[in-house]
């Protein structure tokens, strides 16, 4: 998959150091995916939300941190729209 809203992940991770290793993870593994369907993310990431068509939320490092992404399962798209913490996802409009 093509990530799209990096910078939004680099700008969290010089905020949160101890989110460093869990998001480089994350970043890695959905470059290296190939998500035809939710499934396939499910399949991977069991804990992730589907809010409505495409739009996944990811919980990283154990829950301490979300990550909101639009996924295209056509395009092999993975548009990064917002990362958080706990507190701040419960703020979130999406």
């Not at 939710?38 to 992730?48: A, E, G, I, N």
């Amino acid at each position: 998959m093509r990530i799209v809203g990096r910078e939004e992940v680099e700008r969290f991770m010089k905020a949160h150091a101890d989110a460093r290793g869990p998001l480089d993870s994350w970043l890695a593994e959905v470059e290296a995916a190939t998500w035809q369907t939710p499934q396939d993310v499910l399949d991977r990431y069991p804990r992730t939300s589907f809010i409505r068509k495409g739009l996944a939320v990811f919980d990283i490092k154990g829950n301490d941190y979300r990550l909101a992404a639009q996924i295209g399962f056509n395009s092999g798209v993975v548009s990064v729209l917002r990362v958080g913490t706990h507190a701040e996802y419960d703020t979130w409009k999406l």
